[in-house]
């Protein structure tokens, strides 16, 4: 009984332990995440690149850009992302971030000619920290004239 006791108490302790953890948020104000990664999509495995900073424990701003490939021509775009993070919300732990978003910015093409547009769209994406500053995000970005899936690593500066 008393082995019983102290096993409950243990997870007890654990349990509260990793609420309080959780509320922390991993995006706090003044964090700094890079992203360097590869696009899923239209541009099959061309580079991408990303940076936010935290504003608040659920909010965080930042920039994005990309390449693209289609059918006789290339292009890049800029973003400017605003993003709310789910971690306090869902109470999740701090190595995990799961986020929705915004992204507007302009977009340049070359192939027949040069082309620019305005573009925007939404986002969601989700990292994991195998460490304190290192992880890995998946994102799914639409609203452009096409859809991709970002896979990046990521890095907590």
Known sequence: MK???L?????VLAFGTQLVHAQTGAHDKGKHFLEPGIDLGWGLGLPSFSWD????????IGLGTAFT???GGFGTYIVVRGDYHF???L???EKMDWYAGLDLGPAFGFGNGVGFNFRGGI?????YFFTEKIGIT???HGGYAYSHLKVAATFKI
Do not use: Q
């Open 53 to 60: 900073m935290g504003l608040h424990k659920d909010w965080s």
């Open 7 to 11: 096993i409950l108490l243990a997870a």
């Open 3 to 5: 082995k019983l006791k």
């Open 91 to 93: 109470k999740m732990p």
């Open 123 to 127: 986002n969601t994406g989700y990292r």
């Open 69 to 71: 490939w289609w059918d």
């Open 138 to 140: 998946v994102a799914l």
């Open 87 to 89: 971690g306090t919300l």
